[in-house]
């Protein structure tokens, strides 16, 4: 392992904090390499753009492809239901070898660092429990996590995040004017179905399947800029955490108009199920006037294309 971490830091792009601007954001000349960025409060910075990348997570899936530059990922880890893409770009993922999509009893990816590492990347996507960015950094390999999954981040994110990211990676893989022309179209799209309020009230809620805690999603997740643009108020609004456990009573006290139930994968009614099976569940408001709707997690968290396309979603099913 020691040979293997020592090749792959002569042959791989350095990770350095060299050229971070004042600020830690972002850093660069007239948008040419080398080019730094803070990500979760580390410094990354390319000296070129990437060429084999790694996808531990999916959540940049639409931006690559948006920026046509999901042929650059060379593996890829974790589930990608074929709910979230369009034709085009399941054909690209098809292409990609899946290394593993197995995970705890938590959900959490189960890889090794060593089987990435055997991968050569010059880029990995996703930060997970047993393969950390320190750990990565060791043997020169950058990591970028999408910001709003970073730990312990309190900023309430916005529409405007997705765009900024797609500015972010157009500026990594040389692709500015693909990133702007793809963040326009879906600010339009998103202006298209903007709604003002209309005084119902929403909550988005994660239950567990089988039994067991149901969690809500409060201010500082992408819930809440998605629930208002679809004309809702978070019945959680007030709560500055991104998502906590909720009980059924406090369900009851705020008794929103409408639930969105968001789930990883399976069968949508057994996530309905999960939450309808709750002793004293028919009082809700929402189970009695079948205002329930089950969308997969990415559609709403973490912010990127693909929570464009849950809006527009529950703007079909609630218009």
């Known amino acids: 392992m020691k040979k293997l971490a020592a090749t792959f830091m002569i042959t791989t792009l350095a990770l350095t904090g060299c050229g971070a601007a004042a600020d830690g954001k972002e850093t660069a000349s007239g948008g040419d390499y080398p080019f730094t960025i803070e990500n979760c409060g580390a410094d990354v910075t390319f000296d070129k753009a990437p060429e084999r990348t790694v996808l531990l997570k999916s959540a940049a899936v639409p931006y690559l492809h948006d920026l046509g530059v999901l042929d650059r ?10 709910e979230y893409y369009d034709a085009e770009t399941l054909a690209e993922l098809d292409k990609i070898p899946l290394l593993t999509d197995k995970t705890d009893t938590s959900g959490h990816l189960q890889i090794s660092q060593e089987v990435v590492i055997s991968q050569q990347p ?4 996703g930060e997970v429990d047993n393969l950390s960015r320190d750990t990565l950094s060791a043997v020169g390999i950058p990591l970028l996590e999408e910001p709003a999954m970073c730990p312990d981040s309190t900023i309430a994110p916005t529409f405007d995040d997705i765009y900024r990211q797609l500015d972010t990676y157009g500026k990594v893989f040389n692709r500015p004017q693909q990133a702007a022309t793809a963040a326009a179209a879906l600010k339009d799209r998103v202006g298209k179905v903007e709604k003002a309020g209309n005084g119902r009230t929403a909550a988005v809620l994660y239950p567990t399947v089988g039994g067991g805690v149901t969690y809500a999603y409060g201010f500082t997740s992408m819930a809440h800029p998605q629930l208002e643009a679809a004309g809702f108020k978070n019945a959680f609004g007030d709560s500055k955490e991104r998502v906590f456990e909720v009980t059924l009573e406090e369900l009851l006290g705020r008794n929103p108009n409408v639930l969105i139930l968001l789930h990883s994968d399976g069968d949508p009614k057994a996530v309905e199920k999960a939450l309808t099976d ?3 569940a028919e009082k809700l ?4 006037d079948g205002t329930v709707m089950t969308q997969l997690f990415n559609f709403t968290e973490p912010p990127s294309p693909l929570s464009v396309d849950g809006l527009e979603k529950i703007v079909r099913r609630f218009r």
């Open 122 to 125: 010059d880029l990995v996507f």
């Open 278 to 280: 709750l002793p004293g």
């Open 73 to 82: 990922v060379t593996a890829r880890a974790g589930t990608y239901p074929k």
């Open 285 to 288: 408001k929402a189970v009695r």
